[in-house]
């Protein structure tokens, strides 16, 4: 494996493959991804679940390209009201210079908000937000190729921690005990990671509770 930051590594698979969106942040920071604690408070976060359980509107979410497979994924896609979509967009914009700077970029434009929810057994297997993966006969992985460059960074604000299971893996990160990385902030947290391969991930299945999450994808000059 070889160090992308204080406290994390990626496994040197990575380094064979042609990855053309290849980017990492400052290999300085202890972590290569932000974790923003309390980006909407837990009263926030309440009316939200509450809201988009009673709602009667939810749709099964697609893969990119508008296929569903229950097998690859198998997420629910609910409509967050207006009022908390621009609830949303303010406290973003609050926590912009604080990401471009993380990352060293300038947002220029961010996607509609996708929110997103795990009922019990739900999950979203390993899947890179820029690129599609290429596999072997054998099913081995051997690089990527990007599909959707205007993503440049991924965001995932976590609207509840009332479930087991749910873990958001980054499938080629480590920790220095060789420990994969695991995620599961609490509610009202922000986590925010470039959408490159080397942060490929996965929802691992919920195996009690309901998960919710509002998740969005962002462009940038570089």
């Known amino acids: ?36 604690s309390g980006v909407l408070t837990s009263q926030e976060c309440e009316e939200i679940i509450s809201l988009v359980q009673d709602a009667s509107q939810k749709h099964t979410a697609s893969l990119r390209g508008g296929d569903t497979n229950a097998d690859v994924r198998k997420t629910d896609i609910y409509t967050l009201p207006p009022k908390y979509t621009s609830l949303y967009q303010m406290r973003f914009d609050l926590l912009r210079p604080l990401i471009e700077d993380f990352f060293a970029l300038l947002l220029t434009y961010s996607t509609p908000l996708q929110v997103l929810g795990y009922e019990e057994g739900a999950f979203y297997v390993k899947h890179a937000d820029d690129s599609s993966e290429l596999r072997n006969r054998d099913g081995d992985t051997v690089g990527y190729v990007c599909v959707a460059p205007e993503r440049k960074l991924s965001s995932v604000l976590f609207c509840n921690d009332t479930f087991e299971g749910g873990e958001l893996l980054f499938n080629y990160l480590y920790d220095d005990q060789d420990r994969p990385i695991k995620v599961q902030p609490k509610a009202g947290d922000m986590l925010v990671f470039l959408s490159n391969p080397y942060f490929a991930h996965e929802v691992l299945p919920v195996t009690q509770g309901f998960r919710l999450s509002i998740v969005q994808w962002h462009d940038a000059l570089l």
Do not use: C, G
Not at 7 to 15: E, G, K, N, Q
Not at 16 to 32: A, G, M, S, V
């Open 1 to 36: 494996m070889h160090q992308i930051s204080n406290y994390v590594y990626a496994l040197d698979d990575l380094l064979e493959w042609d990855i053309p969106t290849k980017r990492l942040p400052n290999p300085y920071h202890d972590f290569p991804y932000i974790l923003i």
